[in-house]
């Protein structure tokens, strides 16, 4: 598999700007419940959310990460278990 990065949303404390949505909306979209969703994520038992992208997706999802003014989109190596943000 090609290198890869899990994407964790910590959803539950996402305060619904719309930021990661405008900057990623291949990855990220805003749900009814006023709140973003990772696009193809699963939903974990806690309310956060897990997704993985490639390296190529890595810098458009570090900008949407960056953005999050409450940071709770975590990026990190599938590979060496190190988070990135
Ligand atoms: S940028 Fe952060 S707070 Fe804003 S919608 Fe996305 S995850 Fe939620």
């Known amino acids: ?42 939903n974990m038992p806690d309310g956060k959310q897990e997704g993985r992208i490639d390296q ?3 810098d458009i999802n570090l900008e949407a990460a960056e953005s999050c003014p409450v940071e709770v989109i975590h990026l990190i190596d599938e590979e060496t278990g190190e988070k990135i943000i």
């Open 56 to 58: 190529k997706d890595f």
């Open 1 to 42: 598999m090609a290198k890869g990065f899990k994407i964790l949303h910590d959803k539950p404390n996402c305060i619904g700007c719309g930021a990661c949505a405008v900057i990623a909306p291949k990855f990220w979209e805003m749900n009814d419940d006023g709140k973003a969703d990772v696009i193809g994520g699963k």
